[in-house]
């Protein structure tokens, strides 16, 4: 389960700590929980790299906001976990698979996709955070989340440039092939169910069955 509860609640010993690490101009709660106050991506990595955030704490930033969604359920991580191992039985030693990690769409939202196969070329900003352009294929596991991850993140991936994105459809038994970026969506929208084959655009040389990707 990956619902969202809202905005993520700062005690005031995580402001102190904000304040000890230059972080952000916030020494209040009022201001952290302001709807002015937003948070960059590299203040947001920085706040998890410290201890300001939890390390168990699931949170994602976006538009400034860092959100905190439910906690992953196993049968959720352990299927992210299986695909990821999948995709590294198969694509080149160079690409790199990062496993619910932020990514950085702009200099405000930071989603962390379950899976987001990267560009062996990665140009990696200044806080060692993979950019839009480093993407060759985003993974989102919906369960609970389906309607987020069709709807609001599958339009941000979209306006961001992110040439594909794969949604798993849990409930459905099938897998939503995402194509064709631009800013409203993306403009090709195609469903694999099992007995089909999938291959990534950027890596056209990998063969994966829907069956063994949905067992």
Same mark, same amino acid.
């Given at each position: 389960?990956?619902?969202?509860?809202?905005?993520?609640?700062?005690?005031?010993?995580?402001?102190?700590?904000?304040?000890?690490?230059?972080?952000?101009?916030?020494?209040?709660?009022?201001?952290?929980?302001?709807?002015?106050?937003?948070?960059?991506?590299?203040?947001?990595?920085?706040?998890?790299?410290?201890?300001?955030?939890?390390?168990?704490?699931?949170?994602?930033?976006?538009?400034?906001?860092?959100?905190?969604?439910?906690?992953?359920?196993?049968?959720?991580?352990?299927?992210?976990?299986?695909?990821?191992?999948?995709?590294?039985?198969?694509?080149?030693?160079?690409?790199?698979?990062?496993?619910?990690?932020?990514?950085?769409?702009?200099?405000?939202?930071?989603?962390?996709?379950?899976?987001?196969?990267?560009?062996?070329?990665?140009?990696?900003?200044?806080?060692?955070?993979?950019?839009?352009?480093?993407? =060759?294929? #985003?993974?989102?596991? /919906? !369960?609970?989340?389906?309607?987020?991850? +069709?709807?609001?993140? %599958?339009?941000? &991936? $979209?306006?961001?440039?992110?040439?594909? =994105?794969? #949604?798993?459809?849990? /409930? !459905?038994?099938?897998?939503?092939?995402? +194509?064709?970026?631009? %800013?409203?969506? &993306? $403009?090709?929208?195609?469903?694999?169910?099992?007995?089909?084959?999938?291959?990534?655009?950027?890596?056209?040389?990998?063969?994966?069955?829907?069956?063994?990707?949905?067992?």
């Amino acid at each position: 389960m990956r619902e969202i509860i809202g905005r993520y609640k700062f005690s005031p010993a995580q402001l102190r700590l904000m304040v000890k690490f230059g972080i952000a101009l916030v020494d209040t709660i009022e201001k952290a929980h302001s709807p002015a106050y937003k948070f960059t991506v590299g203040e947001f990595v920085r706040m998890a790299e410290t201890g300001i955030l939890d390390s168990d704490a699931r949170v994602e930033l976006m538009d400034g906001v860092i959100i905190e969604m439910a906690p992953t359920g196993r049968p959720h991580g352990r299927r992210t976990h299986r695909i990821a191992r999948m995709f590294g039985r198969v694509v080149p030693e160079d690409v790199e698979i990062s496993v619910q990690s932020t990514i950085r769409l702009n200099d405000w939202t930071g989603p962390e996709p379950d899976i987001a196969l990267l560009n062996p070329q990665a140009s990696l900003d200044e806080e060692n955070i993979p950019r839009a352009e480093d993407v =060759l294929l #985003i993974v989102e596991v /919906a !369960d609970s989340t389906l309607r987020i991850d +069709r709807g609001d993140k %599958a339009r941000r &991936y $979209a306006e961001s440039g992110i040439l594909e =994105l794969w #949604i798993f459809v849990l /409930a !459905d038994g099938e897998i939503e092939v995402c +194509r064709q970026p631009a %800013a409203e969506g &993306y $403009a090709d929208v195609r469903r694999f169910r099992r007995g089909d084959m999938l291959a990534p655009l950027r890596l056209p040389e990998i063969r994966l069955a829907v069956d063994e990707l949905l067992a």
